[in-house]
């Protein structure tokens, strides 16, 4: 390892580790880097569709998250298009959010040795809540058993059904080592009917480093990203060899003036020319709180060569 890079690494691995970070929750958005920043959908210059899917558990409660994202390289114009779709399920009051983003990421040659992907991206989001599912005090009868209707009035506290949302990002690279840093709802969209309440400016930032084991791989990542009082730290560290890979993972998050919440896990992941299967979990480390999640991820390569000449444990490459 180059020594130039220990105060990069040193800054940005470890001091990150007495602050804290939140915004994409998916633990395999390691092996899927534009779930966080879309600008590494450029990385690589590869052409590829992937799916995240999540089902965490939290005391009692079932959460659902997806993930789909399309990409395509065009080389000829050094540019790649990106489509990619969220979708949460709260499992309560049937609220869910669904977000649709379109991607453009343009390639800039720095020199030989480095390439930078600035980004711009339009989402459209849409919130599902059924108000309907709700029950307040004022429509319980204890000696009838019949709920009754309710005084509480919704128009001004209603969450705006649909918005667009604007982000924008970079990343550069060389063949080792990657920066990326994206920003999101730059258009601070409304959040609820009636009320002057907007959502905030949200910061990422993601570093990568790959260390060459005599033909095998290590891998270290970490993002630490915030939107308002939300903040979420992650750090993993995944080993390569031939076409399979284990790594552990630990999440740190915080919002506000909440006692911070730790998770770890594990992850697995095998290459099978085209596609690639993923997988991990997670156990929460909060005495308070009983969570757990698991996760599965596919991946599939539309240049399955490439990955055959470099080599499946490779994740960099520069053209």
């Known amino acids: 390892m180059n020594t130039k890079y220990i105060p990069i690494l040193f800054f940005l691995f470890v001091l990150p580790t007495i602050s804290w970070a939140q915004e994409n929750t998916f633990a395999l958005s390691n092996r899927v880097l534009g779930a966080n920043n879309p600008s590494f959908f450029g990385f690589n210059n590869e052409s590829e569709v992937s799916l995240l899917h999540k089902t965490q558990s939290v005391n009692d409660a079932k959460l659902q ?27 309560i009051a049937s609220y869910s959010r669904s977000k649709a983003n379109l991607s453009f990421i343009y390639q800039v040659t720095i020199n030989d040795d480095w390439k930078a992907y600035p980004s711009i991206s339009a989402g459209f989001v849409n919130n599902s809540f059924d108000y309907g599912s709700l029950i307040f005090g004022d429509q319980l009868n204890l000696y009838s058993n019949i709920l009754g209707i309710t005084n509480e009035t919704f128009e001004d506290n209603q969450m705006v059904r649909f918005y667009p949302d604007y982000s924008t990002g970079i990343m550069v690279n060389n063949k080792s080592l990657f920066f ?41 990542y970490s993002s630490l990203s915030k939107v308002g009082s939300q903040n979420r730290f992650m750090f993993s560290q995944d080993f390569t060899i031939s076409s399979f890979s284990l790594g552990v993972f630990e999440t740190i998050s915080k919002s506000g003036n909440a006692k911070s919440s730790n998770t770890i896990g594990g992850m697995f992941r095998v290459q099978l020319r085209k596609f690639e299967l993923t997988s991990s979990y997670s156990y929460g480390l909060d005495k308070m709180l009983s969570t757990n999640s698991i996760e599965v991820g596919l991946i599939y390569n539309f240049n399955p060569d490439k990955l055959e000449t470099e080599g499946y444990n490779k994740r960099f490459y520069l053209d």
């Open 180 to 220: 990326g840093l994206a920003i999101s709802h730059i258009n601070k969209p409304k959040q609820f009917i009636g009320q002057d309440l907007k959502q905030d400016i949200g910061l990422s930032t993601q570093i990568g480093y790959e260390l060459d084991i005599n033909g095998s791989s290590l891998f270290l």
């Open 65 to 91: 998250s997806s993930f789909l994202s399309v990409s395509k390289y065009f080389p000829n114009n050094n540019f790649s298009l990106a489509l990619s779709v969220f979708r949460e399920d709260f499992g």
